[in-house]
């Protein structure tokens, strides 16, 4: 009894086989993936195989794009399961290919999923996929912009909402690492309110809050977009101002000086002033050497009566 006959008759193991397993087909198929004889499973799923002899098995069944190698040359078989879609049909089968004689046997069991329901399953899948990347996507948003506003609070001063001393220091060293100062001058001016001490004494510290509220915001007010007021600690003020030479960095600390004696913030017409030293840059003099010249400039107005600007000179 030959491979073709006991497939067809599925006699001997192939019916029992059959027996147990339903929805399982056994084909034969010559060297070329051609058919050449198959059991009655197969001959229901597939009315009229009597002329399928020698159609070729892709014509028949359709190799999903994950299966694509699902059918190796005949010659390389090996029994490994690969799933197959019947063409006509929304039938999927798990397959084993073996070698046999002039060919490949292969066993098909049929698999309890239409093709509807694995591609719900798979749309089904996708959506909630797409979901969680949007929820991703968004969790991103949330924590980047977490991170910025923390960026920002630790670099702004509370009160007054200006950059507080690390945020001017970095990037006060940024200009002096870049090659602008080669080409381009650029001026500080360190402020410092007079008898600040005193101004919360007699008045309380939220007025001295608010003191030093206006003065940031008469800082602002005066400031290009280019230039970086902020406060430097306590009652002093920094402000760096690029492209600018040591006297247009003198009237701008002038300016401010006046506007802010003009001012009657407190009670009984108390009068608030400030001193400011100034200093232009140096290229052989770092960071801290060049905010201790505006120090020293800012003491000598201190020293001759405060309410003044003074620009740094070796003779300070």
């Known amino acids: 009894m030959n491979l073709t006959h006991l497939i ?3 006699a001997g193991p192939f019916g029992q086989l059959c027996n147990v397993l339903q929805d399982t087909f056994i084909i034969h198929l010559d060297d070329q993936d051609r058919l050449l004889s198959w059991n009655r499973t197969f001959a ?3 009315p009229g ?31 490994q399961a690969h799933v197959l879609r019947l063409k006509h049909a929304n039938h999927y089968f798990r397959c084993v290919a073996l070698p046999a004689s ?3 046997l292969m066993c098909g069991e049929r698999l309890q999923h239409s093709e509807n329901q694995v591609l719900n399953s798979l749309s089904q899948l996708t959506n909630e996929m797409a979901g969680m990347n949007m929820q991703l996507v ?18 702004t001063d509370p009160l ?16 002096l690492d870049s090659s602008v100062p080669r080409a381009q001058s650029f001026a500080l001016v360190l402020f410092d309110l007079d008898h600040f001490k005193q101004i919360n004494d007699q008045f309380g510290h939220d007025a001295g809050d608010q003191v ?6 008469l800082l602002k007010k005066h400031s290009r977009k280019s230039d970086l007021p902020a406060r430097f600690g306590g009652e002093e003020f920094i402000e760096l101002l690029p492209n600018t030479t040591i006297e247009e960095a003198n009237v701008f600390a002038e300016r401010i000086r006046s506007e802010l004696a003009a001012q009657r913030l407190l009670d009984n017409d108390h009068l608030i002033t400030v001193s400011a030293g ?13 905010i201790k010249q505006a120090d020293v400039a800012l003491y000598a107005a201190k020293n001759l009566g405060r309410n003044r600007v003074m620009v740094f000179s070796p003779r300070l």
């Open 278 to 290: 100034v200093c232009g840059y140096t290229s052989h003099l770092s960071r801290e050497e060049l």
């Open 138 to 155: 968004q969790k991103h948003r949330e924590l980047k912009a977490a991170y910025g506003k923390i960026q920002q609070i630790s670099r």
């Open 212 to 217: 030093l509220r206006n003065f940031a915001e």
């Open 8 to 10: 067809q008759t599925e």
């Open 49 to 79: 195989t009597i002329d399928l002899k020698g159609t070729r098995l892709d014509e028949l069944l359709v190799v999903p794009k994950e299966e694509s190698d699902a059918i190796p040359a005949s010659k390389e078989l090996a029994p």
């Open 160 to 175: 007054t909402e200006l950059p507080n001393r690390r945020c001017f220091m970095e990037r006060f060293q940024g200009l």
């Open 44 to 46: 229901r799923l597939f």
């Open 102 to 104: 002039g060919g490949t």
